[in-house]
């Protein structure tokens, strides 16, 4: 724990620097002394062209231009403007209709929904559990309000979903607290792009349902789909929602929505909270606690972004044009993924069970060391403990074949027993 | 304490509904059904013209509608740009140039910068003082992280700043605490109107400069400039920032600044805390764990907001465009509040000291009886305690005549012996 002068650490172990922000910077540093030719920026968790340069949905920016001047002025209300709280269903939800109470409250991004959920649905002091490959950013959400996050097994020995591991801490957690937040990172999971299956859902389904059955536990299920729209066919990526109906009262499902990748709005910071429940008065009461905290915290959201989004979806032609220029992207995306995936079976490099999305994630021991041996031959990756993260969203296709083997002679170099 | 089903109250008392949007939903209902004429909506925190439209400064329309593509879309840093960190210090200084080292942290406007403060510079159960007559969103933003807001009494019996009261709460929390967050919301105090004077700013630095002279105490001075470019002239109302030089170390200033009202960019959600400090140290830990609170929270800020300030502040021509159209509109509103203030006293109603600003605050016993009484004759006010608060920024300066003789009537009514 720092010992600070003034500030107060309140329960946290707050960095000196954002680890990946200062990769990120050596990379720009290189790039700009050495080229960019000589540099794999393999960092960044935006989606970036063949060339580099930040994809932006043009469709989506020609709507923000032509805002009316209200749109970006004015306040929106605290949840939401009307308008975008229905729109924002549909965009989550796509063509499925869930059969249950659902809310919406606007937030900055999937960040916020993320942060409201485990300030509503947990206490100070609670853990909040999610996979051993998770976003770091979950621990500081977690520890900013005095939570802390704990882990599951992600994979068992045959790459498959474990979940035993899972079943096993959900059980330890619920007798030790009152209730538990489960985040689940779905599909094309950061950072390992993995996707829960359809059978991987129904284990966890049947878990939580065996772990919240006594009535006096509660649940809350919190799915961050910021990856939803860049992981491949829209629909196929939604089918996993239905299983997430017709759950006990005291099982609730939140939904994490972010526009921030799908429609290329990272810096608009745009979101929402969706609640899934059978029980009206815990969809009523999810609004009131949730604007509360949106109100103490950041008090409303943009209304621009909003207005963006309600304006794509009263248009059917925008609308088709907007996803159509996303699938080009997303086809760009899944392909780079696919090569990686298929150059490291070829170089005999393993990987953790991946299915798409912006990251890939390679096992390895002294990730730290491995990260600084590529860094010597120009590229960047992001150390996470047990391995390193490469964003395929990042770096093109042709990159992406020649990776594996360089990053398979670091690992060698450091870990000389390696396979 | 509500009993919820699912969620966890976490020690706040949360409303079902927002009390202000709760009038303000009435106001628009009567507007519907008896014409605009009929109604005066005096609860609105926005700057409207006398025709109830939302004043929107169109100089920094344009700017925004005419951004690049990757000021949209692209993620801002946490802390916010570089350019911005620069320039927000500019914007919130004016021409005074601080003798004190300096950092700042873009927030979604002042709210944020409010959140991360009291997160930084309290402890969970912490009481921060604040006046008795004060926003109340401060005691939501308290609350939400487990703290609580406590009052002095702004005015003594003569209307002049209650200093003994100030320096009372000031050192009887410091007894019971190991540190103090202090809420100054000027100039042009919401509810009241009030603005610190220079006189008044020399009795607080006294004060907590005598609270905080064993060392073992710290103390935050958090002022809240929210209305600083709507309080009139500019030079003017920056003149109390030379008092918050040199101070002793255990004392920190925070600026919370805000571009939704001087930029009339509310729904941007755009802002910044700037510190302000005699030790290096001090403002390198409070970027750190601001930044650390950011990422925990609402991630990164409008990026779009941040290119909007940078731009202006660049182009000399068009910063003197947005300051010339800020000063019409400033104008109208100082001159709104000073006919109320006018009509007030020749109608012999009596307000709270007012100096300029959005709003003006009407004291009386059973404000809300009074607030419905008002609403009999179609004039929707915000009840706020110990007196009802009257938005002059969103009426014209034909109904801030009238109106003081209104209210007065309607107190009489509910207080038969008032005065």
């Not at 942060?115 to 977690?142: C, E, F, H, M």
């Not at 009535?215 to 860049?230: E, H, Q, S």
């Not at 017709?246 to 994490?256: E, H, R, S, T, Y």
Request: glycine share 6%.
């Amino acid at each position: 724990m720092a010992n600070y002068k003034m500030a107060e650490s309140n329960s946290r172990v707050i960095p000196l620097e954002d680890k990946i922000f200062g990769i990120s910077q050596r990379a720009k540093q290189m790039i700009q002394a050495e080229g960019a030719n000589k540099v794999v920026n393999a960092t960044i968790g935006s989606l970036l062209d063949d060339d580099g340069k930040l994809v932006i949905l043009s469709s989506v920016v020609d709507v923000l231009k032509n805002l009316t001047p209200v749109d970006y002025a004015d306040y929106a209300p605290i949840a939401g403007t009307p308008d975008f709280i229905q729109t924002v269903k549909k965009a989550a939800f796509g063509n499925y209709v869930p059969k249950a109470y659902t809310e919406a409250v606007a937030t900055p991004g999937g960040t916020g929904a993320i942060r409201n959920t485990i300030q509503n649905y947990s206490k100070r002091g609670d853990q909040v559990l999610t996979s051993d490959w998770y976003w770091s950013p979950y621990s500081t959400i977690a520890q900013e309000i005095e939570r802390s996050i704990t882990t599951y097994t992600l994979f068992d020995e045959e790459g498959q979903f474990n979940i035993s591991s899972f079943d096993s801490r959900v059980q330890e957690l619920l007798q030790k607290q009152d209730g538990l937040v489960i985040i689940i990172n779905t599909p094309a999971h950061n950072p390992t792009g993995y996707t829960m299956t359809l059978e991987d859902w129904d284990k966890i389904i049947a878990s939580v349902k065996s772990a919240a059955k006594s009535g006096n536990k509660k649940i809350t299920l919190l799915v961050d789909v910021a990856y939803l729209d860049f992981a491949g066919d829209p629909e196929e990526y939604r089918k996993f929602y239905p299983k997430l109906e017709n759950l006990p009262d005291n099982i609730l499902v939140v939904i994490a929505y972010s526009m921030s990748k799908g429609f290329t709005m990272y810096g608009m910071r745009s979101g929402a909270m969706i609640c899934m429940t059978n029980d009206k008065e815990i969809a009523d009461e999810f609004k009131v606690v949730c604007s509360f905290s949106c109100r103490g915290t950041w008090s409303n959201c943009t209304r621009a972004s909003m207005a963006v989004l309600s304006n794509i979806y009263k248009d059917q032609e925008l609308l088709d044009k907007v996803d159509a220029e996303r699938e080009t992207h997303c086809r760009m995306l899944v392909k780079r993924g696919k090569t990686f995936q298929k150059s490291a079976q070829d170089a005999g490099l393993k990987i953790v069970p991946f299915d798409s999305g912006f990251f890939v994630t390679v096992p390895c021991e002294n990730a730290e060391e491995v990260g600084l041996e590529l860094q010597k031959s120009g590229i960047f990756t992001v150390p996470i403990g047990k391995g390193i993260r490469v964003s395929v969203a990042s770096i093109s296709e042709e990159r992406c074949k020649k990776l594996p083997a360089k990053i398979l002679e670091a690992i060698k170099t450091i870990n000389p027993n390696y396979k």
